[in-house]
């Protein structure tokens, strides 16, 4: 039973920080490449970071670099992403997911939500 579930999000306001999480379960984390994925309000979805299995070499995509971090904890089997200095745009909802090879995503969560609102 393969699982991951998000958690931390909420409403914060602009300028403001939230850590979201994904904890991991039936699968061998250590050997996914694991990435954020966001879907704003009426909108597709839009790949926002990935990390490797291996170095842990990390990715971002263009409008979140110096702002997201993204990092995992394989003795947790868990995902994170630190977002600053968010965004009205930053609103959506984000899902983690697992992909064997970096670029694959096999496996969603359900997401969370996160909006930034004044």
């Known amino acids: 039973e393969v699982q991951l579930v998000e958690s931390g999000g909420g409403l914060v306001q602009p300028g403001g920080s939230l850590r979201l999480s994904c904890a991991a379960s039936?699968?061998?984390?250590?050997?996914?490449?694991m990435s954020w994925v966001r879907q704003a309000p009426g909108k597709g979805l839009e790949w926002v970071s990935l990390i490797s299995w291996n170095r842990g070499d990390t990715y971002y995509a263009e409008s979140m670099k110096g702002r997201f971090t993204i990092s995992r904890d394989n003795a947790k089997s868990t995902l994170y992403l630190q977002m600053n200095s968010l965004k009205s745009e930053d609103t959506a909802v984000y899902y983690c997911?697992?992909?064997?090879?970096?670029?694959?995503?096999?496996?969603w969560g359900k997401g969370t939500l996160v909006t930034v609102s004044s």
């Open positions: 039936g699968f061998t984390f250590n050997d996914y490449a």
């Open positions: 997911a697992a992909g064997v090879v970096a670029g694959d995503m096999d496996y």
